[in-house]
């Protein structure tokens, strides 16, 4: 393909994009109907969060989707924000700000290219099929030219894909590897087939935690698509405010975000929910991909044993199984996952600082982390669960 022009631009809401051409950016391989790789930089996600005010005004996440035209026709786009927090990222750089504003500088406001509350990995730097290599450089360098000219901090492009990572790396951005916990899928048949990969000790205390959860007194219901009503919402709301008011302070999401996501992301979701004496109990919202589930939130009006990691994991496994899902993301953080099946998996951003001296120290900061985070991942590959040959066969 010859040398293109590409001019950037600047869109504060998505309403002036259309979806068809933002999707053709976003998500090419659901053209014909098929599904996204991952929900979560399609229109309609996106939309649901600007439409419900989880975005915008008063929250710290103002939108300036940053796109990238040839000749008039939308070739690259990038979820981008003007952060004035740091909350809500989980990529955390609360040191940094901190480190600079101790020094004199002015961290806040900042660029960040996000899908916002959601520590999924997934592509950042979206483009049409023809134009990856060219439209991705457009979108770094106009993102970059953008917070240079207005003297802002910083700009990180967090949770992208790897080849996001290294192909902006190669462009001037320094690269950050953190990681997460994931549940791999290599083609088990269910739920007792993955347990035969694991230890004998591991398997039983699997086996004794769904059986401790089972004893909740009650039925636990998967709904996605049109089985999903208003009253499920209604109880996941409950939680999640619960769950929210505890880890945040504010829930991030508003409820007006679940109305919307009942019309136009049910097919998106998987939500599970545990039900004892006609009541709702307790409950874990799942995202599917093409290859992944994805699990968000959860969050209970009454405390059982196990309940959590049955809701959350267990049932996350069972649905990746039943659909031929490569594997389960359980979100951000969390040790705990490890004996559950849940592997160490590095995942990825970008960062671009504007004062050199700052940059040159947050530049040294993340050699050594990759250090510490490459050697914690060999370390606590070493305790899981799973035979000496599956963790083998699965690296």
């Given at each position: 393909?010859?040398?293109?022009?590409?001019?950037?631009?600047?869109?504060?809401?998505?309403?002036?994009?259309?979806?068809?051409?933002?999707?053709?950016?976003?998500?090419?391989?659901?053209?014909?109907?098929?599904?996204?790789?991952?929900?979560?930089?399609t229109h309609r996600f996106l939309s649901a969060l600007e439409a419900s005010g989880s975005v915008g005004a008063g929250t710290g996440w103002q939108p300036q989707y940053l796109t990238a035209y040839v000749a008039d026709q939308l070739?690259?786009?990038?979820?981008?924000?003007?952060?004035?927090?740091?909350?809500?990222?989980y990529i955390f750089d609360h040191n940094w700000a901190h480190a600079y504003e101790r020094a004199g500088g002015r961290y806040y406001p900042k660029l960040q290219v996000a899908v916002p509350h959601t520590?999924?990995?997934?592509?950042?730097?979206?483009?049409?099929?023809?134009?990856?290599?060219?439209?991705?450089?457009?979108?770094?360098?106009?993102?970059?030219?953008l917070a240079d000219t207005n003297n802002i901090s910083s700009l990180h492009v967090t949770f992208c894909t790897e080849g996001e990572a290294r192909r902006g790396e190669a462009l001037g951005l320094m690269l950050r590897k953190t990681?997460?916990?994931?549940?791999?899928?290599?083609?088990?048949?269910d739920f007792d087939d993955f347990l035969a990969s694991l230890s004998s000790r591991k398997r039983k205390n699997i086996r004794k935690e769904r059986a401790q959860a089972q004893e909740f007194g009650g039925e636990i219901h998967t709904f996605s698509g049109d089985d999903l009503r208003s009253e499920?919402?209604?109880?996941?709301?409950?939680?999640?405010?619960d769950t929210g008011a505890r880890k945040w302070g504010t829930p991030y999401l508003t409820r007006k975000?679940?109305?919307?996501?009942?019309?136009?992301?049910?097919?998106?979701?998987?939500?599970?929910?545990?039900?004892?004496?006609?009541?709702?109990?307790?409950?874990?919202?799942?995202?599917?991909?093409?290859q992944a589930?994805?699990?968000?939130?959860?969050?209970?009006?009454?405390?059982?044993?196990?309940?959590?990691?049955e809701l959350c994991y267990y049932r996350g496994i069972d649905i990746a199984i039943e659909r031929g899902l490569k594997r389960v993301e359980a979100g951000a953080q969390g040790e705990h996952k490890l004996a559950r099946g849940y592997l160490p998996t590095p995942t990825?951003?970008?960062?671009?600082?504007?004062?050199?001296?700052?940059?040159?120290?947050?530049?040294?900061?993340?050699?050594?982390?990759?250090?510490?985070?490459?050697?914690?991942?060999?370390?606590?590959?070493?305790?899981?669960?799973f035979k000496r040959a599956e963790i083998e066969e699965q690296e």
């Open positions: 393909m010859q040398e293109q022009e590409f001019e950037i631009r600047i869109i504060p809401s998505l309403q002036a994009i259309a979806p068809l051409d933002w999707d053709a950016c976003a998500c090419p391989e659901a053209a014909d109907g098929a599904r996204p790789n991952d929900p979560f930089t070739i690259g786009v990038a979820p981008m924000y003007v952060k004035s927090h740091s909350q809500g990222e520590p999924a990995t997934g592509r950042r730097l979206l483009v049409r099929p023809g134009f990856e290599e060219a439209g991705q450089a457009a979108l770094i360098q106009g993102a970059v030219q990681q997460q916990f994931h549940w791999s899928n290599p083609g088990y048949a499920h919402w209604d109880a996941f709301w409950q939680f999640y405010q975000f679940f109305d919307i996501a009942q019309e136009t992301l049910r097919d998106d979701m998987a939500l599970v929910l545990a039900e004892r004496n006609g009541r709702w109990v307790a409950g874990a919202l799942n995202f599917i991909g093409a589930l994805y699990g968000r939130y959860w969050g209970c009006a009454e405390h059982h044993p196990c309940l959590h990691f990825w951003s970008l960062h671009w600082v504007n004062d050199p001296g700052f940059a040159n120290a947050i530049g040294s900061y993340l050699k050594a982390e990759r250090d510490a985070v490459d050697e914690e991942i060999n370390v606590l590959t070493e305790y899981g669960p």
